[in-house]
């Protein structure tokens, strides 16, 4: 099997693009990881030999390969495998506290002043839903949320850090994206000089969230692209003679700025924002936040802006943020229930970790 595998943009040398390796798998290294996936490949890195015409023209040069030995999939931040750590006596005493929601949805950003009620939402978009299917029909349980508001109030850094924390997901741009780099494009392989299909952003965000920043600023043509996949979770390709249906079950979170600078409540939403109704219908939730000009409150968010300066780190609280890793078992452990035998419609109110199984049940 023949993988094409690619460099993590926070390892890219200065200067340079994201460089593409040729990986080939055999036996039981094969379907161990999607796209999307960041994984650790230990290998042999052979030249790939030509015979006949083809070594002749070749010349010195010569293509390479990784002939893969273990494949082992990687946290997006750390260094470390997924998974492949138990928890200790004080993560499984805390995740068990009753007060555990409110804690694990103060742990999102904790280094942005305020915004409680968005980080709660956020906290419900990294969980997500039960997909139902009555009779044929699909129900959706992903949510998609819209931030609209005035500038500066860390729209851009939530979502860069629901990047890094959702087990899968993509970041883009909405000036940097096209609708074929959103959806998936008809490329020619450079090996076989067939037309393939090369998924874009929404493709590679399956089964995860896909963000978006500055979706305002996106043209209206490449917008159009996204709304069957905000709706059906599906994209549809009829192009250079190929035509099938590809999946794109991801929640999608958006980041908007308004037209004029600031927001004018006097105007509607889609005379500040400039988005079209039909796609604005097309989200769950619509979350403004405006930057309102208060004394108090503006004191004690310089207040808190300088000390994460001065120490790179949130001030002290009143308890202490729950680490990433812990953050992200978590939230795996929570998505796990929409693929229950029982299909659960409805979260239970209480849950408990099983220390043998470590994995989030019902308490019966």
Not at 62 to 78: G, V
Not at 115 to 141: A, C, F, T
Not at 254 to 279: D, F, M, S, V
Request: hydrophobic share 35%; net charge positive.
């Amino acid at each position: 099997m023949c993988v094409c595998v690619r460099l993590q943009s926070d390892q890219v040398p200065v200067g340079n693009i994201p460089r593409s390796l040729t990986v080939y798998t055999r036996g039981e290294n094969t379907r161990q990881a999607q796209p999307g996936d960041h994984v650790s490949i230990t290998g042999i890195f052979l030249p790939l030999m030509k015979a006949g015409f083809r070594q002749v023209v070749q010349g010195l040069l010569s293509e390479t390969y990784l002939d893969a030995h273990k494949i082992s999939q990687m946290n997006k931040t750390d260094e470390d495998e997924l998974g492949t750590q138990d928890l200790s006596e004080e993560e499984l005493r805390q995740i068990t506290e009753d007060d555990f929601y409110e804690k694990l949805a103060a742990s999102i950003a904790p280094e942005i002043y305020g915004h409680e009620d968005v980080k709660k939402v956020l906290l419900l978009l990294l969980v997500g839903g039960v997909n139902q299917s009555p009779k044929g029909m699909k129900i959706r349980g992903n949510i998609n949320i819209c931030l609209m508001g005035d500038p500066g109030v860390a729209k851009s850094q939530l979502l860069c850090y629901i990047d890094r924390l959702a087990p899968r997901s993509q970041y883009t741009t909405g000036r940097g994206s096209s609708g074929v780099g959103l959806t998936a494009a008809v490329m020619k392989d450079t090996v076989t000089g067939e037309m393939i299909l090369e998924g874009g952003a929404l493709v590679l965000a399956d089964q995860g969230i896909c963000c978006i920043d500055e979706f305002d600023k996106m043209m209206d043509a490449d917008r159009t692209a996204i709304h069957e996949v905000m709706e059906q979770q599906t994209i549809s390709i009829a192009k250079a003679g190929i035509m099938t249906t590809l999946n794109a079950r991801c929640s999608i979170l958006a980041a908007a700025n308004p037209a004029y600078g600031r927001y004018n409540p006097k105007k509607t939403i889609e005379q500040n924002i400039q988005l079209p109704a039909a796609l604005l219908s097309r989200f769950d939730l619509l979350w403004l936040i405006q930057d309102k000009p208060d004394r108090e409150n503006d004191l004690r968010l310089a207040q808190h802006i300088t000390y994460v300066h001065q120490h790179s780190k949130q001030p002290p609280s009143q308890f202490k943020p729950l680490d990433m890793k812990l953050m992200r078992y978590c939230i795996v452990s929570l998505r796990l229930l929409s693929v229950c035998p029982r299909r659960l419609s409805v979260c239970p109110r209480r849950l408990s970790v099983c220390p043998r199984r470590l994995s989030v049940c019902p308490r019966r």
